[in-house]
């Protein structure tokens, strides 16, 4: 992966090895069923690394629900968008959290109830 | 905050040429087979693609009957595009010479598990929307987004489809209300090295010890805390910003129609 090889390589000059990556956070995480035919997890926190993707969110969370593929799941924060799934925990926990030390609340559904 | 036709204009008039050419190991003896079009930098690769597959489609017998078109996907110097961003991000982002015509490989085989499935018209809608919500909820706590009714919303889309200028502000130009509600946060996401995006809150208060209005640089300080502005290009819509430029002139002005700016943060020993 980019992001560990540029934290390990040693800062050469004058290219700074990217700051970004260095120092990784958890994010605290809540997650909530949307309503509606929302099966419900067996657990609503959890922390996850700030690189980590929706993308990534979405297969966690159907493997927890155990989806079927042909079953569809969305994510939400704020309970009005889902985000794209190459967006980064760590972006929309710096966004849409409220303050630094606050949970990402995301809720989860089968439909697109904000859509 | 000034409302600038001839910037709006122009941007969403910049356009790239782009040849799109097979890849000589899925069609090793019609390896020289290109199609060429000028494509808008604010439309994305799944609006225009389209266009292009039906001239490979008419042109090689093996992609008659075949679902391979509908999972086509685009590569360029061996990446693969997310075909949901902006072209002109793309362009931006990948291609460092910026050499034109911009070559980008069309793929029909191996769809790399990385890349987000953004190959139909309603999935594009969809992530396009939904960034667009992403923005207002920045902006204005997704009041405008949300007091818009169905049809606005599919104006905004299809505009960039049929590449309406006049339909698409129409309805984006409320968007960009400054007044009632006030603007409370820039949209604007930052691309560097192979790192995925970075988007924090910045707002539009003044900085706090110059008390001139926040611009261009002091996001980049709070994106990169830990980067010299004085060693990078910022580049958005091909050319690069001056690191001055008020953040709320920007995103009145400079955004794409999904209402983020994209910066791309390129090395000046890069350029």
Request: glycine content about 4%; hydrophobic content about 40%; some cysteine.
């Amino acid at each position: 992966m980019p992001v560990e090889a540029a934290a390990a390589a040693p800062p050469i000059s004058p290219t700074p090895a990217p700051a970004v990556a260095a120092t990784k956070k958890k994010i605290n995480v809540l997650v909530k069923p949307a309503g509606g035919d929302t099966p419900i997890l067996k657990f609503k926190n959890f922390s996850v690394d700030e690189d980590r993707t929706i993308a990534w969110l979405l297969l966690f969370l159907r493997q927890a629900l155990e989806l079927k593929s042909e079953e569809s799941l969305y994510v939400f924060i704020n309970q009005a968008f889902a985000p794209n799934p190459d967006h980064t925990i760590g972006n929309l926990h710096t966004c849409f959290a409220g303050s630094p030390d606050a949970k990402l609340v995301v809720h989860y559904g089968r439909t697109n109830a904000w859509g | 905050m000034s409302d600038d036709y001839e910037v709006k204009r122009t941007i969403w008039d910049g356009k790239i040429p782009v040849e799109f050419a097979l890849d000589p190991s899925e069609f090793s003896y019609r390896s020289t087979q290109s199609h060429f079009m000028m494509v808008p930098r604010v439309s994305y690769f799944t609006l225009v693609l389209m266009k292009a597959l039906k001239h490979f489609e008419s042109s090689i017998d093996e992609l008659n009957d075949s679902d391979e078109i509908k999972d086509a996907w685009l590569e360029f110097n061996g990446i693969p595009l997310r075909m949901h961003y902006p072209i002109g991000v793309l362009f931006d982002v990948h291609s460092k010479d910026g050499v034109l015509p911009w070559v980008v490989t069309v793929r029909f085989k191996n769809f790399p598990d990385t890349l987000v499935r953004c190959t139909t018209i309603d999935t594009m809608r969809h992530y396009f929307l939904q960034t667009v919500k992403e923005a207002d909820q920045l902006k204005h706590k997704g009041a405008i987004m949300s007091a818009m009714s169905a049809q606005e919303h599919a104006q905004l889309f299809d505009s960039i489809r049929r590449d309406d200028f006049n339909d698409f502000w129409q309805v984006n130009k409320k968007l960009n209300e400054n007044t009632d509600p006030k603007v409370i946060h820039i949209p604007i996401r930052f691309y560097y090295a192979d790192l995925p995006f970075r988007q924090v809150l910045i707002s539009t208060e003044p900085n706090p010890e110059s008390e001139t209005a926040a611009d261009l640089s002091s996001a980049f300080k709070k994106v990169f805390p830990n980067l010299s502005i004085d060693e990078y290009n910022l580049i958005s819509h091909g050319i690069h910003v001056p690191t001055d430029s008020p953040v709320l002139w920007l995103s009145s002005n400079f955004a794409y129609p999904d209402n983020f700016v994209h910066v791309v943060v390129r090395p000046k020993n890069d350029d």
